[in-house]
């Protein structure tokens, strides 16, 4: 079994910067891929960044140029470093796992962290 700890969220004024953790901890379990996804209030989960276990990285064009994706293989902890943040970007930031354990893929998620930018 493998859980996810999410942190570093909270209130922002536009313009600032964040960094949200992600840390896997468990037995016997190798990362595929990390991913972050947000969602804001009455709105629908969108995933706006991954990352491969080789580092490979996407993100979703609103974020692209402002956040960045990065992975410790040792720690086995993925960060999501947020820069030039807009009130638009308030919402609930969930870290994903797509995990490989005994050879079954597995999709693991965080709890989630809020974050909120005021104008």
């Known amino acids: 079994q493998v859980q996810l700890v999410e942190s570093g969220g909270g209130l922002v004024q536009a313009g600032g910067s964040l960094r949200l953790s992600c840390a896997a901890t468990?037995?016997?379990?190798?990362?595929?891929?990390m991913f972050w996804y947000r969602q804001p209030l009455g709105k629908q989960r969108e995933l706006i960044a991954s990352?491969?276990?080789?580092?490979?990285?996407n993100y979703a064009d609103s974020v692209k140029g402002r956040f960045t994706i990065s992975m410790d293989n040792v720690k086995n902890t993925v960060y999501l470093q947020m820069n030039s943040l807009k009130p638009e970007d308030t919402a609930v930031y969930y870290c994903?796992?797509?995990?490989?354990?005994?050879?079954?893929?597995?999709?693991?998620w965080g709890q989630g962290t809020q974050v909120t930018v005021s104008s």
């Open positions: 994903n796992l797509d995990a490989v354990e005994s050879g079954w893929r597995r999709s693991y």
């Open positions: 990352i491969t276990s080789g580092g490979s990285t």
């Open positions: 468990g037995s016997a379990f190798r990362i595929g891929a």
